[in-house]
């Protein structure tokens, strides 16, 4: 069970997390005799549940690896040489 696959999550992952995370927005907005302070919480973690499942299944549609280590590459084509810096 991989968590990353190809540079971003795997569908099951994506879809479990804006599920859960509606549930958990959902709930905390619905049990109101909950303290205030974990009603706060729930709602924060919710929704942020959902942004993360959200956004990662838009870079999926559009391609984009959030999690991929390709700016490693990137960045190393453009160190300079010691060599070439003396010249």
């Known amino acids: 069970m991989k968590l990353i ?7 099951w992952l994506r879809v479990a997390l804006f599920v859960v995370g509606l549930a958990i ?3 905390s907005l619905a049990l109101e005799w909950l303290p205030r ?14 942004v993360l ?3 990662t299944s838009r870079a999926h549609m559009l391609h984009i690896k959030p999690f991929d280590n390709s700016y ?5 084509s ?3 040489d010691d060599d070439e810096s003396n010249k």
């Open 78 to 80: 453009y160190e300079n």
């Open 53 to 55: 499942g959200g956004f």
């Open 5 to 11: 696959d190809d540079g971003n999550f795997p569908r």
């Open 25 to 27: 927005f959902g709930g």
């Open 72 to 76: 490693k590459k990137a960045r190393k």
């Open 37 to 50: 302070w974990a009603r706060l919480g729930g709602f924060l973690l919710g929704f942020g549940m959902m």
